[in-house]
């Protein structure tokens, strides 16, 4: 490949001007990840739906004869355009809105990136997102290959040259002894560029044994494509790269196929399980569907893929490969985040180099050992379970969604829950240090000397019975992946359906070590609970004094002794995050993460997976979203930042980061589609949501600014280039920072993300002030949530139909309009379509009234409306161009302008969009005019 070759060239040049002045620092061993695909040209995400292409007036408010009236334009069985609703659409009740995902199906085969995401209220669409292929079936499906994954490569071999180029010049032409700091900023870009090329890049080409055919061919086999898939996705370090390379034949046998029926929404197809696969934990689900490839002349075809779901150690790939020879990988995604990729700041001479790292050799040998050790003698989590409700739920896809409505606020079953109580570093504290001047300041006690462990606090479990409703240490027999077929029948005979554990172990969360870094999880150590009152609730109350060491492994004993204390707080953050979430809309319909759903809707079978102190890495921690239904797999790791070592889990920004992947992932596009935030803007976003999230947490009603990571790390800026602040001296990111050197991963696109937030969050602040608590009150016995200052007075409709509660202060309100904009966005969102789902939130719940504060956050970090963006790869890049601009309905205006009725040229935008507003009994109107098909409903 022509790329690479420079490279090497490059590198060469590199080493001999750069460290001739001064060593750059060590490229950090990261976790592989490979991510991309192709960006679609036609994508939309529409705001203002057209009121004159021709949608008939439907006459019934119901969200799904809505859907299909509006998604039968997209039919055509002429040439073969059709498209499925798939069961995971759902109307949030935190809303009132109806989101129905579509996914494209042509001459009867799914369009893997075709999807359309409707989003309905009240018998109108609010806006959708739209990235179903323009055309029809294809004449005949192989035209001439593209090869995206290689077209990709050689942009980032280039914009890697690029930097390197400009590093050698400008140290030839101004030799010093220490690095600029344009030049460190130059440095950590190629060390992301780096990075991302030998992740993404190592293999692009299939081995030569795998060209089985001629070119064109069609391939229906999923094995080659597969191992094709594996050659690129395989560590270099891994022990079986070589023989997939090599001799690939050898494996093409071994590898079992099951078919199986593959379901979306109403469409069935038959896919396959492929088993033994090399370097994977778990069996390789496939099926053959389309993905819409865009080619150079701008137009866009469709290529026939395999489509593959592959979870190995590290990494949880969605992955499509080419059927036709030569075998392509076309697009991928991984399920699994990173949290902190630490950076090469400017200060790195004065702090150990970090090196987000997994140790070499930690692979697990082969798959079979894998199988062997749990898997095969203990039920999958999920799968058996999953098993058994899939037996049960039958027949009843078609109308999943409807039942969910009904059932969404069915009694909770009666359950006596005593609250468990844990020492703990309390919520809204983000890590010991924090935690110890805040409690200093309490006591007055400043300026003493404490130990680490001195910001603990006994907190009692939230007790949230709408989020949590058995409590967190509560779940059925049936859904414990821990209790075999003979207890399970055992507990039957006893007519004991509950569960109470006295372990880390829950509902929502199954907290434990994972020393050895493995993949198995449920027979790992977790502390226990004891019981010290007369009461039946117990306590989690562990040492935690962590003092400094002489020697790595005294560090690692040493931390291994506080594993108790660990895991409870990890239990304790996770459990939290999950009950917040949930009270802002990520419940069982929107795809959250818990054993036991109560009948209410969304795919069960999923809490969320806690590794303590995982020994697969260090200074780091990760999160895997597989879709609706499967666990999430959350490891946080040590930092040997500093001694005594620190611990992730102590530090809770980083954990409600990890949690947040799987908020942001799930909500975007739907429960059951996790390739939504895959790469480029979309994928730092998902990384952008987490620091927001953690940031927003640990905020209080006095200003300050923060940095991510800045404990674990022991970095007083932390793991990103600046801290979150208002301050453009302290952090100076805007839209065009994306364009800069360093800025071509996800964790910097993210960073440049979260600032854009903190500043929007600010000024909803200053307009509403601060709430103390992010939680809503609990409801009542009898479900009534108790009137407090945290929402706003209850407004019901002219129906007399209560309508959503809307949190009252600026705080709790964005983080609401955040949430609800991850369910409003479409699949792959641009930093433009984020915003307007923001901007599109405020209007369904506040009626718009946040619309320029909105609008002046964003455009005062570059994200107007005049701002741009040209040319975009999956790994950043492009030109972008900062927009100050407000909103036209924003000038001169502090308050929102409030269109007033009559005046259609000033109500009306161009598609015959018209601004609802408010009547004298606040209510919402649209202006009647001919062709607006929706003014009928208000
Ligand atoms: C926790 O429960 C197990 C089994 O139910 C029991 O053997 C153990 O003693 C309990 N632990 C404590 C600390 O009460």
Known sequence: MRGLTTVTLVLAGLAAHALAHTAPPPLPQRRKSLGFGPVLPHARFETSPPSTAGFAPVSSTDPFHVARDFLSHYVDPAVGRAYTIRSDSYTDHSTGITHIYARQIIGGIEVADGHINLNIKDGRILSFGDSFFPGGAPASVAGEPVHPHAVYCSQLADALVFHQEYLVDSLDTAPQSTLSQDQRKTMDGISTLSHLLESNCAVIAPPPSLYAGENSQIDMDPRRSLLVFMASALPQSHP???????????????????????????????????????????????????????REDGTVQLELVHRFEVEMEHNWYEATVSAALPHRIISVVDWASDSPMPIHGQDSEQFPPLAAFIPSGSYLPSVDSVHKSEIKT???????????????????????????DVKAFAPIPRHKVQLAKYLVFPWGTNDPEEATTRREKVEGTDGTQHPLSYGRRFMSELGDTLASPVGWHTLPYENDPSIDEDELRAARARGEFWRLTNTTWGN??????????????????????SSVTADASLLYAFPYAPTSKDADNEEMDQAKKYIDATVAQLFYTSNMAHDLFYRYGFTEAAGNFQQYNFGRGGAEGDAVIANAQDGSGFNNANFMTPPDGQNGRCRMYLWNTASPYRDGDMEAGIVIHELAHGLSTRLTGGPVNSGCLGWGEAGGMGEGWGDFIGTLVRSTDEYSDYPMGAWASNRDKGIRNYPYSLDPEINPSTYETLDTPGYWGVHAIGEVWAEMLWVVLQRLINKHGFSDTLFPPVPDAKGRIPNNDFYRP?????????????????????????ITGMKLQPCSPSFFDARKAILQADEALTGGENQCEIWAGFAERGLGVDANVVGQTPWGGGVRSNGFEVDKKCHGNKHPAKPAPGNPDEDCGPFGWCWPWKDENGRYKIPKLPGWPWANYY
């Open 240 to 294: 079986e790269l070589e023989t997939v390379l090599e001799n690939p034949e050898k494996y093409i046998q071994g590898i079992h196929m099951t078919p199986e029926t593959h379901l979306i929404g109403e469409h069935a197809s038959i896919g396959m399980v492929l088993t033994n696969v090399p370097g994977t934990v778990g069996d390789v689900k496939t099926h053959v569907a389309w993905v819409q490839v865009p």
């Open 378 to 404: 203990r039920p999958r989590l999920g799968k058996a379970i999953g098993d058994r409700k899939k037996a049960k739920s039958k027949g009843k896809l078609s109308s999943h969604s409807k039942q969910e």
């Open 508 to 529: 929502n969360v199954f907290a434990h070590e994972n020393w050895d870094g493995q993949y198995r999880w449920i027979t790992n150590y977790r502390p226990e609970g």
């Open 794 to 818: 209850q407004e019901y409709d002219r129906l007399g139909k209560p309508l959503p509660l809307v949190p009252k202060h600026g705080n709790t309100l964005f983080l609401q309009l955040v």
